[in-house]
């Protein structure tokens, strides 16, 4: 099982760095989709190319962040069902959801998708958009993406078995964390509180 744990930290790692990076195609992405939507309103023209690079960024960015949006339980889950039921209920869910569902789901891409890519690769397959790019860069996503995706599948199946087991924590235990919507709601109220400061300053002057 500390085998099967190490691979588990091994594969975290390797997620939460490629969440990481595609923040920055994200970024990439909003910043091309602003710069064609300016040029097309100023110079009245535009650049399927650029299209293109915009799509490619959002569909590797989409792809290879999945692996990282399980790592940190963002998936859509059935909370109404799922919340009543014991924690060790809830584990044994999600043990039967990596086993019966994700790996499976993932394996069947994973074979059809490949080869598509690689026919892709071998024949210069082109976009039918006049100025489009090659098309096998966004089709090499599709097999990256998945194997991150089983990937961090196992690594929470692992998790998951050890804390059953009673040889690890409880994998879904975000006490410690805050939520994406906690985290917005303070950096509001902080923002709110600032600016009645800056006020009351102004005020007394």
């Not at 970024?27 to 190319?49: C, E, H, P, Q």
Request: aromatic residues 12%.
């Amino acid at each position: 099982m500390q085998a099967l744990l190490a691979f588990s930290r091994a594969v975290d790692a390797l997620n939460r760095n490629v969440g990481k990076l595609m923040i920055w195609l994200i970024l990439a992405s909003t910043l091309i989709s602003a710069g064609n939507a300016i040029v097309r309103k100023v110079f009245d023209t535009s650049s399927n190319a650029w299209l293109e690079v915009q799509w490619f960024l959002f569909a590797w960015a989409f792809l290879l962040a999945a692996g990282y949006t399980l790592l940190n339980q963002e998936h859509v889950k059935i909370d109404v069902i799922y919340g009543r039921w014991s924690k060790r209920t809830r584990i044994w869910i999600d043990v039967f959801g990596f086993v019966c569902f994700l790996t499976p789901v993932c394996i069947a891409v994973l074979y059809f998708g490949i080869p598509q890519f690689w026919a892709k690769f071998q024949s210069g397959e082109m976009s039918s958009n006049a100025g489009g790019l090659i098309r096998w860069p966004a089709w090499l996503a599709l097999p990256i993406g998945f194997v991150l995706l089983l990937l961090q599948g196992w690594s929470e199946l692992i998790k998951r078995v050890a804390f059953l087991r009673g040889q690890g924590p409880d994998p879904t235990d975000k006490s410690g964390e805050k939520s994406a919507e906690e985290m917005l709601a303070e950096d509001l109220r902080m923002k709110t509180e600032a600016e009645e400061a800056a006020a009351a300053a102004a005020a007394q002057r």
